[in-house]
T-cell receptor
């Protein structure tokens, strides 16, 4: 069973700051997902990656397969980025994602 | 997102009653999943399906059963609901196991067992 650890669990920052959320996992994977969940809301897929780096707007996700580690970065953070960010990994079988417990991010104006 | 509809969106029921949650998708995705989300645990896999009539257990399957008689529908049943099954339930789909396929989530069902 893959163990997925995220850090930090909670993060409060000021608008404009550069944000980094980390994710590590214990067993090799076929893909890693970064998800976003707003309070009371659904879950949105931000990135899916199996190697290297992806960028979408102010969000950047990187993965190091050898180190079993991924990071999600937010540049020029904004209060609307406030949400729970969840790391999840997909193994090689037919079963579903294994999730981290999430990072609760609050961006203050 | 990806045409996933969960019903009902909210339900309150009593201990011991049967409950069925429905997930309907319009994208013809092969794989479907049921997860539950609880404080302190994050999301955990209950059951999944890799095709019509093909299902298997996930991490927290005790007390739950599923059925998939059509590609578009995946039903989750609590035969005799208990208070420990109070949770938010999410359905998700995946088109294929290829590395570039994102997983799509429904909006969730908030279930309270009194």
């Amino acid at each position: 069973k893959n163990e997925v650890e995220q850090s930090p669990q909670n993060l409060t920052a000021q608008e404009g700051e550069f944000i980094t959320i980390n994710c590590s996992y214990s067993v090799g994977i076929s893909a890693l997902h970064w998800l976003q969940q707003h309070p009371g809301g659904g879950i949105v897929s931000l990135f899916m990656l199996s190697s290297g780096k992806k960028k979408h707007g102010r969000l950047i996700a990187t993965i190091n397969i050898q180190e079993k580690h991924s990071s999600l970065h937010i540049t020029a953070s904004h209060p609307r980025d406030s949400a729970v960010y969840i790391c999840a990994v997909l193994g090689g079988g037919a079963d579903g994602l294994t999730f981290g417990k999430g990072t609760h991010l609050i961006i203050q104006p | 997102d990806a045409g996933i509809t969960q019903s009902p969106r909210h339900k309150v029921t009593e201990t011991g009653t049967p409950v069925t949650l429905r997930c309907h998708q319009t994208e013809n995705h092969r794989y479907m999943y049921w997860y539950r989300q609880d404080p302190g645990h994050g999301l955990r896999l209950i059951h999944y399906s890799y095709g019509v009539k093909d299902t298997d257990k996930g991490e927290v399957s005790d007390g739950y059963s599923v059925s998939r008689s059509k590609t578009e529908d995946f039903l989750l049943t609590l035969e005799s609901a208990t208070s420990s099954q109070t949770s938010v339930y999410f359905c998700a789909t995946l088109a294929g196991r290829e590395r570039n396929q994102p997983q799509h989530f429904g909006d969730g069902t908030r279930l309270s067992i009194l």
